[in-house]
C-alpha cells in the first residue's frame, strides 16, 4: 500500500511546477498577442466594423470568450503535458506574415483577415509547443468564426431556398408562378432575395454547434458529421421559414412583424432539437483514476521568449515590408 501511495502523490506534487510554467507561458503570450494586435490593428477593426454592423456576423463579438471556455473546459488533457517552444510555430507565423502582405498588396482583406487571425494559433504553436496545440486544435478551430466571411455561398443558399418554397408550395397544391427568383401567390409578389439564403441563421447556428460538439464528443469523425448534419437541418429548416411565410400569409394568419416573430419560433426550435438529438450519441468520458504522469520537461522561458520574438520580429517585418513597398509606389 506505501508503494502505490508514492505512485499517486509522486506525480501530483509536479502539480505546482507545472501551473508555474503555463503562468510564465500565458504570461508570454499575452505580451506577444498585443503586439500582434498593435501590428495588425487596422485588419481587427476592419473585422470588428462588420459584426457591429451586420446581423449576419454578429456573432464574432462573442468568438473569443467561447474560445477561452472551450479551451479551460479542455485543461483535463493538459495535465500531463508541459509547454515546450516549437521552431514549426516560429515558421508557421512566417508563414501568416507573408500571406497577410500578400492580401495587402493583392487587396484581399478576406487574407489579411485571416492572416491575422491564424497568428494565434501560430503563436501559441510557438510558446506552447505541439502536444499542447494538437491537444487544443477544437477548441482554437472555434477562431473561424471570427472572420467574416461567407456571402460568396449567398447564391447558393438563395437557389436551395426557392427550391425548398417551390416544392413546399407543391405539396401544398397552392398554385404559384415563378420567374427568375420571383415567387407570385395570389395577388402577393414575393422575391426570393440574398438574405432569404439563411446565412445570418446557418452561420451563429454552425458556431453554437461546434461549441456543442467540441464540449460533448471526443472522435473527430462523429464532431464533423453532426456538423453536417446541423447544416443541412439549418438549410432545411430556413426554407420551412420562407414557406412558412408565404403561406402564413397568402391564409392570412402571419402578416408584417409576424414574419420575424415566425422566423425566431423556427430557428429557435431546430438548435434545441439538434442538440436534444445529438446529445443521443454522447460519448462517455474516460475513466479518470488520479494519477498522472510525470511531466518530462519543464519550460525554458527564454527559448519561449526569443522564439516568440522571433515570431513577432517576422510578422513585423511584414508589416514593415508592404509599408516600404506602398511608399515607394
Known amino acids: ?43 481587427i477593426q476592419s473585422m470588428v466594423d462588420v459584426w457591429g454592423s451586420s446581423r449576419t456576423f454578429a456573432h464574432g463579438f462573442l468568438v473569443l470568450p467561447v474560445v477561452g471556455y472551450l479551451v479551460w473546459s479542455f485543461r483535463r488533457p493538459l495535465d500531463s503535458l508541459s509547454p515546450v517552444p516549437n521552431a514549426w510555430g516560429v515558421a508557421a507565423l512566417l508563414g501568416t506574415g ?23 494559433p501560430g503563436l501559441i504553436w510557438t510558446i506552447y509547443g505541439t502536444q499542447i496545440v494538437r491537444t487544443l486544435s477544437w477548441p482554437l478551430g472555434f477562431l473561424l468564426f471570427l472572420l467574416p466571411v461567407g456571402t460568396s455561398l449567398e447564391p ?43 446565412l445570418r441563421y446557418l452561420l451563429p447556428g454552425l458556431s453554437l454547434a461546434y461549441a456543442f460538439v467540441a464540449l460533448t464528443y471526443r472522435q473527430p469523425t462523429r464532431r464533423i458529421l453532426f456538423l453536417i448534419l446541423c447544416a443541412v437541418v439549418l438549410m432545411i429548416a430556413n426554407g420551412i421559414r420562407a414557406y412558412g411565410v408565404i403561406v402564413g400569409n397568402h391564409l392570412g394568419i402571419a402578416v408584417d412583424a409576424d414574419h420575424r416573430l415566425f422566423s ?14 445529438g446529445l443521443k450519441w454522447k460519448q462517455r468520458p474516460t475513466a479518470d483514476t488520479g494519477m498522472r504522469p510525470g511531466v518530462a520537461e519543464r519550460l525554458d522561458a527564454r527559448k519561449a521568449m526569443f522564439a516568440s520574438l522571433i515570431g513577432v520580429g517576422g510578422l513585423f517585418l511584414a508589416r514593415l515590408s508592404v509599408w516600404f513597398l506602398s511608399a515607394s509606389f
Open 1 to 43: 500500500m506505501k508503494t502505490a501511495d508514492r505512485i499517486l502523490t509522486g506525480p501530483a506534487s509536479t502539480a505546482p511546477t507545472l501551473w508555474s510554467d503555463f503562468q510564465k507561458a500565458g504570461m508570454i503570450l499575452c505580451a506577444a498577442s498585443l503586439c500582434v494586435a498593435t501590428l495588425f490593428w487596422p485588419t
Open 98 to 120: 507573408c500571406a497577410w502582405a500578400v492580401g495587402q498588396v493583392a487587396d484581399l482583406l478576406w487574407l489579411q483577415q485571416a492572416a491575422v487571425v491564424a497568428s494565434l
Open 156 to 198: 447558393w443558399l438563395q437557389d436551395i431556398t426557392a427550391w425548398l418554397i417551390l416544392r413546399g408550395l407543391d405539396l401544398s397544391g397552392i398554385t404559384y408562378a415563378y420567374r427568375g427568383y420571383d415567387i407570385m401567390v395570389g395577388p402577393a409578389v414575393w422575391e426570393v432575395a440574398p438574405d432569404c439564403g439563411g
Open 264 to 277: 425566431y419560433t423556427i430557428y429557435g426550435l431546430t438548435m434545441p432539437c439538434l442538440f436534444w438529438l
